[in-house]
C-alpha cells in the first residue's frame, strides 16, 4: 500500500488492558485517520487529524484516544480494552491533488479481545 | 453517521463475465473512490472520481460519477480469477470527512 504502515498485524488483549496501534506514514500528508471496520458495515471513523498537533473525534470515537506529534506518526491507544473493540483497525492519509482528495490504508490491525 | 449504500450485497460470477455495481447517497459528493479489499489486506484504490459525469477507467475497470452526484458505478469486464474480493466505495463532500459503503463481496467461479 502507498506508504502507510501500521503494526501491529494481530493483537489479541485481555478485557481492560490497554494498548497502542502504531501508524506511520511517508507520503508528507498532513491529513491522517483510524478507522474500524466491522462485518457488514462500511468503515467507520475513529479519530482524525488534519496536521501534527491538531486532531479531531469522528463517528466513534469513545475508549480511544490519538495524538499528533509529528506529521508522520498518528498513533491510537485503547485505554481500557473491551470486547465490543474487536475489529479491524485501519489507519488511512490522504493528499489533496490539484482536484480532490485521495485517501491511502494501511494494511490494517487485527485486534481481539477476550 | 452516514454511510452509503452498495449493491448488490454479494455476487457471483463465471469467469470472463462483466460485473456492474453501484454505491447510492441521499447526500451529494465532490469525490468517488472506489476501493478492492482483499482477505487480510488493506483497501488498494482503483479509480477516483472529481467530476459529476466523469468516466474514468483503469484496465478493465471503469468507473463513473453519477450526473446527480449522489451515486457512482463500477464495472469490471471480462472478469478473472483475481478479480475476487470486496469491492467498496467512498464519498467525500467538501468539509467533511470520507463516508464508506460497506461493500460488494465478488466470488469469481472458474
Known amino acids: 500500500n502507498a506508504g502507510v504502515t501500521q503494526t501491529p498485524k494481530f493483537q489479541v488483549l485481555k478485557t481492560g488492558q490497554s494498548m497502542t496501534l502504531q501508524c506511520a506514514q511517508d507520503?508528507?500528508?498532513?491529513?491522517m485517520s483510524w478507522y474500524r471496520q466491522d462485518p457488514g458495515m462500511g468503515l467507520r471513523l475513529i479519530h482524525y487529524?488534519?496536521?501534527?498537533?491538531?486532531?479531531d473525534q469522528g463517528e466513534v470515537p469513545n475508549g480511544y484516544n490519538v495524538s499528533r506529534s509529528t506529521t508522520e506518526d498518528f498513533p491510537l491507544r485503547l485505554l481500557s480494552a473491551a470486547p465490543s473493540q474487536t475489529s479491524v483497525y485501519f489507519c488511512?492519509?490522504?493528499?489533496?491533488?490539484?482536484?480532490?482528495?485521495?485517501?491511502?490504508f494501511g494494511e490494517g490491525s487485527w485486534l481481539t479481545v477476550v | 453517521g452516514q454511510q452509503l449504500n452498495q449493491s448488490p450485497q454479494s455476487m457471483f460470477i463465471q469467469e470472463g463475465e462483466d460485473v456492474s455495481m453501484n454505491c447510492t447517497s441521499s447526500s451529494i459528493f465532490n469525490t468517488w473512490l472506489w476501493y478492492k479489499q482483499d482477505p487480510g489486506e488493506g483497501p488498494v484504490l482503483l479509480i477516483a472520481l472529481y467530476k459529476a459525469g466523469e468516466l474514468t477507467s483503469n484496465g478493465r475497470l471503469t468507473a463513473q460519477f453519477g450526473i446527480t452526484r449522489k451515486d457512482s458505478f463500477l464495472n469490471i469486464s471480462a472478469s478473472i480469477p483475481s478479480d475476487v474480493g470486496i469491492y467498496f466505495c467512498?464519498?467525500?463532500?467538501?468539509?467533511?470527512?470520507?463516508?464508506f459503503g460497506p461493500g460488494t463481496r465478488l466470488s469469481v467461479l472458474p
Open positions: 467512498a464519498g467525500l463532500s467538501y468539509g467533511q470527512n470520507f463516508v
Open positions: 487529524s488534519v496536521g501534527a498537533g491538531i486532531t
Open positions: 507520503m508528507n500528508h498532513e491529513y
Open positions: 488511512a492519509s490522504s493528499r489533496r491533488t490539484a482536484v480532490g482528495n485521495t485517501i491511502y
